[in-house]
């Protein structure tokens, strides 16, 4: 660790001036909220921060985050809920989208930072800046937990180093360098909520020692890579690559290790693997616990492995972040770990979605909010985002399709004992969900998987269900649009009066708050909805019936849902159910465990 006083002599600020011509953010004691508002107008408009407050924020928050325990503890007794944000990495549309849903932090409103503030995205800078602004100002509202990409050298590698050295002169950049990197080994790596759920960056593994973790000089690690660079000589690496793309646009962490580092003694390795499993782990569907090859670190953790986690520190589930989900989350290990993750489009625009996770006192179950947000996918249609976003999934199907082509003929087969080659529509669904078991609405799914009978189109060839349908789009003209389409049309309208209702801003409306902003919209819509299709809409739109929409998940909802033109009347009960069953849904049980499917 660099030496405090040689570090506080480098990185001063107060002798910097701030010219007169800078109009940009500026800081004043004392702190206060008003001056998180500011960051974060200054941000918005485009303003670079002049270097004297960008140390000052850094130097303050170094001194706040080095009074706090290696694990935090958070409790909602005062605020009632707390909302956990996933990876961000750099993207500062889905950070302000978020405070636009869900406030801005204070007493009343905590918040958990989940790690993996920084790096691949355009606005690390800016981002970190807000967010230890936002501690600054309510230390006591605001958890940042460390993830793997809070360190230097994962910092030269995935852009977080060259975005301020592009943003800052060489003196300056260096002098910002040398203290975000001291401030990320300050940072707690978990935090507890209410003595129930443990939310860490990565995940666990078999070894995971809560006690011994509390005890870690965290600070030390300033990373966790190894061999761990010096600082002064981060010169030697400010021109190294980042890794490019796998050939699926994915982009991994899988070459970070370098090798397990040489310590003092074996006690010194094992301390340094706890925190190396808190931020590099995944949850995994196998039991037991391996080394996680494919990110060259941390730990792969079965369901076993959470359940006894779990039982010898009396915690209910796991929240964690570390892996990008195309719904923004998942829940696996039976609901006891739990993945958000918050920065959408993170491959391509339309490539996923983010989301937060709201837990609301005193039972702490989840409730998901989702959203997209970048200016290029608001600029697409509701054709082109449902073509990008579904486009890598329709691909995916058309190989289980060919991998199961023989119990698949088999079981169209079944319905079709004159050998014609089609079936009826639902025969189709009834015979591919009873092979593939994917629990998908395959009625509205088949215009991208099969292709009508060419001379009745009440039936399927079931042929060409092994052909490739990406780029057909049978879908016939109508004149008039159906009502899933009317809705998501009516989109601005919508969020404008939802917002207006949603007036403690926790992004759920009541049923009754539903149907009458939906007798509003009538007023904008050439073809009105009935007070009975307000309603079937509403019940079917509430998943475990407990009486609450949340109105981002019911617009994404049905911007996947169609239905059949000519047949539409029939349907529309049954295209409903499938719109409702392909949204993302929490239930509780009794036993306090969470259930949930895992997004598609």
């Given at each position: 660790m660099v030496p405090e006083l040689d570090l506080l002599k480098a990185t001063e600020y107060e002798a910097i001036t701030v010219p007169l011509s800078y109009t940009?953010?500026?800081?004043?004691?004392?702190?206060?909220?008003?001056?998180?508002?500011?960051?974060?107008?200054?941000?918005?408009?485009?303003?670079?921060?002049?270097?004297?407050?960008?140390?000052?924020?850094?130097?303050?928050?170094?001194?706040?985050?080095?009074?706090?325990?290696?694990?935090?503890?958070?409790?909602?007794?005062?605020?009632?809920?707390?909302?956990?944000?996933?990876?961000?990495?750099?993207?500062?549309d889905d950070l302000l989208i978020i405070f636009y849903k869900a406030g801005l932090p204070d007493t009343t409103n905590p918040f958990i930072f989940n790690g993996d503030i920084v790096d691949r995205g355009f606005f690390s800078v800016e981002i970190i800046l807000i967010l230890l602004m936002a501690l600054i100002t309510n230390p006591n509202a605001v958890f940042i937990n460390r993830g793997n990409h809070e360190d230097h050298v994962m910092n030269l590698r995935y852009g977080f180093i060259k975005e301020?050295?592009?943003?800052?002169?060489?003196?300056?950049?260096?002098?910002?360098?040398?203290?975000?990197?001291?401030?990320?080994?300050?940072?707690?790596v978990a935090t507890i909520i209410d003595h129930k759920v443990f939310v860490v960056h990565g995940g666990i593994s078999d070894a995971t020692d809560l006690k011994l973790i509390q005890t870690l000089k965290r600070a030390k690690f300033t990373s966790v890579l190894n061999p761990p660079?010096?600082?002064?000589?981060?010169?030697?690496?400010?021109?190294?690559?980042?890794?490019?793309?796998?050939?699926?646009?994915?982009?991994?962490?899988?070459?970070?290790?370098?090798?397990?580092?040489?310590?003092?003694?074996?006690?010194?390795?094992?301390?340094?693997?706890?925190?190396?499993?808190?931020?590099?782990?995944?949850?995994?569907?196998?039991?037991?616990?391996?080394?996680?090859?494919?990110?060259?670190?941390?730990?792969?953790?079965?369901?076993?492995?959470?359940?006894?986690?779990?039982?010898?520190?009396?915690?209910?589930?796991?929240?964690?972040?570390?892996?990008?989900?195309?719904?923004?989350?998942?829940?696996?290990?039976?609901?006891?770990?739990?993945?958000?993750?918050?920065?959408?489009?993170?491959?391509?625009?339309?490539?996923?979605?983010?989301?937060?996770?709201?837990?609301?006192?005193?039972?702490?179950?989840?409730?998901?909010?989702?959203?997209?947000?970048?200016?290029?996918?608001?600029?697409?249609?509701?054709?082109?985002?449902?073509?990008?976003?579904?486009?890598?999934?329709?691909?995916?199907?058309n190989e289980q399709f060919f991998a199961h082509k023989a119990d698949l003929l088999e079981a169209f087969e079944v319905y079709d004992p004159a050998n014609t080659g089609t079936i009826k529509i639902v025969e189709w669904c009834n015979a591919v969900e009873k092979v593939l078991k994917l629990g998908l609405p395959w009625r509205t799914l088949r215009r991208r998987l099969v292709q009508t009978s060419a001379t009745n189109h009440h039936l399927v060839d079931y042929n060409t269900s092994f052909e490739d349908m990406s780029s057909i789009d049978d879908t016939p003209a109508r004149p008039t649009p159906l009502l899933f389409e009317t809705l998501y049309r009516q989109k601005d309208n919508l969020e404008v009066i939802f917002r207006w209702m949603d007036q403690d801003n926790s992004g759920i409306l009541t049923m009754e708050e539903f149907q009458h902003g939906c007798i509003l919209l009538n007023k904008h819509m050439g073809n009105p909805l009935s007070e009975d299709q307000i309603k079937a809409l509403a019940q079917s739109l509430d998943i475990n019936k407990d009486g609450q929409i949340e109105f981002n998940e019911f617009l994404e909802a049905f911007r996947l849902a169609e239905s059949e033109n000519d047949n539409f009347e029939e349907e529309e009960n049954e295209s409903l159910q499938q719109a409702a069953a392909g949204a993302p849904s929490i239930t509780s049980p009794p036993n306090g465990r969470l259930n949930g499917g895992t997004a598609w």
């Open positions: 940009g953010f500026r800081l004043e004691k004392p702190y206060r909220q008003n001056a998180l508002e500011q960051l974060i107008d200054s941000v918005k408009g485009k303003h670079r921060i002049h270097v004297r407050y960008v140390l000052e924020i850094l130097h303050e928050a170094r001194n706040v985050l080095k009074t706090m325990p290696n694990i935090r503890h958070a409790s909602t007794s005062l605020s009632k809920k707390i909302t956990v944000v996933g990876d961000l990495h750099g993207k500062l301020i050295s592009n943003k800052y002169r060489q003196l300056e950049s260096k002098k910002i360098r040398r203290l975000i990197a001291d401030v990320f080994g300050w940072l707690p660079l010096e600082l002064d000589d981060i010169q030697l690496l400010e021109h190294h690559e980042e890794p490019a793309p796998e050939p699926t646009g994915k982009v991994t962490d899988s070459q970070a290790f370098l090798k397990v580092p040489e310590m003092d003694s074996a006690e010194a390795t094992f301390e340094w693997k706890q925190i190396v499993d808190l931020l590099w782990s995944d949850p995994s569907p196998n039991e037991g616990c391996s080394p996680n090859t494919f990110r060259g670190g941390g730990m792969y953790f079965g369901p076993d492995v959470s359940r006894a986690f779990l039982k010898a520190n009396n915690l209910q589930y796991i929240i964690r972040s570390h892996e990008c989900k195309q719904e923004g989350y998942e829940i696996t290990h039976d609901g006891r770990v739990v993945t958000i993750f918050s920065a959408s489009n993170y491959y391509e625009i339309g490539s996923n979605r983010g989301a937060i996770c709201r837990l609301t006192a005193p039972d702490l179950h989840p409730h998901f909010v989702q959203f997209i947000s970048t200016r290029g996918h608001k600029r697409l249609t509701m054709k082109q985002t449902t073509t990008t976003m579904e486009e890598k999934a329709i691909k995916h199907l």
